[in-house]
């Protein structure tokens, strides 16, 4: 036991433990990059990763293969991701030489108002069941990147997964564990337990899963098209569940559901464009604490130093005032993007912060406005067309909602709305965008690609993209360096859902960091916390435009793969 105990001290506490030596490269490094001509996938499963590979040799596009992927993964990693959930991208058009942005994301029901909740006493949105449900973006997301980057026919894009959901896959370790921790409270919701525990337990690692009900389901989507979801059979299964189990979520509202395409919105960064989705995601927090850190010689400070991740929480809490305040869905409300992107802006909130001090609160701008668990993959193509994609159902298993013989389980987006303040951004309406936690990201050069990225997670995405876009910029390290190192998730922060942070919340750190930086951060006065399996994980695309060559990275956080030919 003692043993065991200076074990966990050593590596909580500062002392990094080595699983190898590696001859190249930071020590905190699980592997060496991947390199390819032809074309690249990286997702967070390697089944899905291989099938995205087979859609590129086949002459599929980026697009192609990562709707394939992202169909794999709804049936391998169902915990995360899948058809009842959103989804989110930014393509790199090779043709035009330009970036796209798709908002995939649903909105509320029609038939749903904050009065439901405000006369009940709700302060929030419940997690699970069928209030938090809303309509479900992904199908249509697909279908709308399709039409415009498509080359292979829906069903030469599907057929891979209909074949692992009617034969079965064998389930990967890392989703195994994620399945058996998150079941316990929604296997009472009605369709759960039939679709995912057919032993009466979720799958272990290495046991063969089918679902077949998902194969079909996805079988009558190549066969109806878009349709087929929104407004076929599959609709109409949707609405009869959930009018049975006392949902709100109609035929009508799938029926009227769109995707858009929305303008990326960018700060430059040392000479480097970062480029992320406006809202209702919440990218522009990572944008607003690249512009604070940006006033900062962070390459100087040292990787891992206090003096560093300091700075880093600091610029976090800052960012996040603003998004617990003005980030919403913009055809509700007037964001001051503008303003808040705004180098001129970052500088009057960095000159808040302390250098020796956290704050227990901060304010949020005081501009004047007008009344989560996810899947990221991407892929790039032989012709130079990558896709950053970022798919989810929000927390793990959602709202454990699975209507009868679909199986899929309908997203719980929707308990991200605020349902305290009518007047507040994020205020529940009837077909309201909510706040979003997934975010896709880019980095161009001079106008050109540079590196596709994205890290799930929940609230840590934004977090995460900053620590991302500063390894790489400021410590020089590779893509594989930069996802595998070490890295901080601050929680407490106020949110978009009403609560507010007032002690300064608790900077979580992942083993690897020294015990000396730990010592320096409480002295400075920080709330420590250790943890396991909440700093996200992370997929990336580099390409070479000189060489003509890819480079792919995927973390050892979860069972991902990156792979080219």
């Known amino acids: 036991m003692k043993i065991l105990s200076s074990f966990i001290a050593m590596v909580f506490l500062g002392g990094m433990v080595n699983a190898q030596d590696r001859l190249t490269g930071e020590t905190f490094t699980t592997r060496s990059e991947i390199l390819a001509q032809n074309g690249m996938a990286a997702t967070s499963q390697p ?16 697009i192609d293969a990562a709707i394939a992927a992202n169909a794999v993964l709804g049936l391998v990693e169902p915990a995360s991701c899948g058809i009842g959930g959103d989804v989110f991208a930014i393509v790199w058009s090779a ?18 108002s904050i009065d439901y909740f405000m006369e009940k006493g709700m302060k929030y949105v419940p997690l699970y069941g069928p209030l938090p449900v ?21 069903e030469d894009i599907l057929q891979p997964a209909i074949d692992y959901g009617n034969n079965g896959f064998p389930v990967s370790e890392v989703i195994a564990y994620e399945m058996a921790s998150s079941y316990e409270g929604l296997k009472d919701q009605p369709g759960f337990a039939q679709t995912y525990m057919p032993s009466g337990r979720p799958p272990v690692k290495g046991e063969v899963f089918v679902n077949q009900d998902l194969a079909n389901t996805y079988k009558q989507i190549v066969q109806g098209g878009r349709d087929a979801f929104y407004k076929g059979s599959i609709a109409k299964t949707i609405d009869s569940y959930m009018k049975k189990h006392g949902g709100f979520l109609s035929y009508e509202d799938l029926a009227s559901h769109t995707s858009n395409w929305v303008t990326p919105v960018s700060v430059n960064y040392r000479g480097y464009d970062v480029w992320e989705l406006p809202p209702n995601g919440q990218g522009t927090a990572a944008l607003q604490m690249l512009n604070i850190l940006e006033g900062f010689d962070i390459g100087e400070m040292g990787f891992g130093s206090a003096e560093y991740l300091h700075v880093l929480t600091e610029a976090k809490k800052l960012a ?43 304010p949020a701008g005081d501009m004047e406005i007008e009344t989560g668990n996810t899947t990221y993959l991407t892929v790039a193509d032989k012709d130079g067309n990558m896709v950053s994609f970022i798919q989810s159902i929000y927390s793990e298993f959602a709202s454990g909602m699975v209507p009868d013989g ?120 920080h709330r420590i916390g250790f943890g396991v399996g909440m700093f996200g994980g992370y997929q990336a695309i580099g390409v070479d435009l000189e060489n003509r060559v890819y480079t792919g990275a995927s973390e050892s956080r979860k069972d991902g793969q990156a792979a080219g030919y």
């Open 95 to 112: 043709e035009e030489q330009k970036l796209y942005g798709l908002n995939g994301s649903g909105r509320a029901p029609q038939s749903l």
């Open 406 to 525: 679909l199986g899929f389980v309908l997203q719980n987006r929707g308990q991200m709305f605020n349902v305290q303040d009518r007047s507040h951004a994020n205020a529940l309406e009837p077909g309201k965008r909510p706040f979003h936690t997934i975010i896709p990201a880019f980095i161009t050069k001079d106008g050109k690609p540079w590196i596709s990225f994205g890290l799930m997670g929940g609230a840590v995405q934004p977090q995460g993209h900053a620590q991302i876009v500063v390894n790489i910029v400021d410590f020089g390290m590779n893509l594989q360096e930069a996802g595998d190192a070490p890295r901080m998730r601050h929680r407490g922060s106020s949110q978009p859902t009403g609560s507010k942070m007032t002690n300064g919340g608790t900077l979580y750190l992942e083993s690897g960091f020294d015990t000396e930086t730990l010592r320096e951060l409480r002295k400075k006065g």
């Open 320 to 362: 996040y005032e603003d998004r617990a305040k003005f980030y919403a869905d913009p055809e509700f409300n007037k964001i001051p993007l503008e303003t808040l992107l705004s180098k001129e802006y970052a500088s009057q909130r960095r000159n808040l912060m302390s250098p020796d001090k956290p704050a227990d609160t901060y």
């Open 134 to 154: 809303s309509v479900p973006g992904c199908v249509d997301g697909w279908f709308t990147l399709h039409e415009k980057f498509g080359r292979l026919s829906m």
């Open 47 to 62: 089944l899905a990763t291989q099938v995205a590979l087979d859609i590129l040799k086949k002459g599929g596009s980026a």
